[in-house]
């Protein structure tokens, strides 16, 4: 696991110099990937974060909990989240399959909760919203850029990675964070991956305006 006691002591025990490589790497510009990009960069460490895709771009879902904004809170994000209108929730109602009952709940109720509300936010502003503030405390962050290969060696790993014009580029750091998601790139380098017979499922979504919103 990555600590930043690690990245400090091995600061004077890596034979790799700060001038040539970067103290972490992140594969993946999602919530994860420009969350501990943000974290890492407040605190002084030379970041460089790698997304294969170009921010805003599509991505289903995202309904937060009340425990996002403390998150939102240690990024330093929390004011530019409240300014963006996204809509705001108040707590959550499960409905039967027949729809003919239904539980509805509010945050405010809840054990000790650290805020009454949260957001719906569609992810593609959300995400853009996170990764920018990823660049704005320090990040190097290289959009429409994949990773190809990885190299670990005893004290750094070698990235090549190749941008949407095919130009390829190497690069090194002390750490990996992969944050691909489903892509599961060093999973995938390792072999890690395995399929679950038993687990072939699917999921259907929509996307509705104009909703009747009961008082409250």
Known sequence: MVTLKNLQEDKLSLGVTMDD??????????????????????????????????????????????????????????????????????????????????????????????????????????DKILLDHSIEQGAEVHEETAVQTLDFKDDHVGITVEKKNGDTQDIRARYLIDCSGRNTIVGSYYNLKRSYPGLKKLAVYAHYEDVFLPEG
């Open 21 to 126: 490589c970067y103290d972490v790497a992140i594969i993946g510009g999602g919530p994860a990937g420009s969350t501990v990009a943000t974290l890492l960069a407040q605190k002084g460490r030379r970041v460089v974060l790698f997304e294969r895709e170009k921010f805003p771009r599509f991505h289903i879902g995202e309904s937060l909990l009340p425990f996002s904004m403390e998150a939102l809170d240690r990024l330093g994000v929390r004011k530019k989240i409240d300014d963006a209108g996204f809509v705001v929730k108040w707590g959550a109602e499960i409905a039967s399959a027949c729809g003919e009952r239904e539980v509805r709940f509010y945050f405010k109720d809840g054990f000790k909760p650290p805020c009454p509300t949260a957001y719906q936010v569609p992810r593609a502003e959300f």
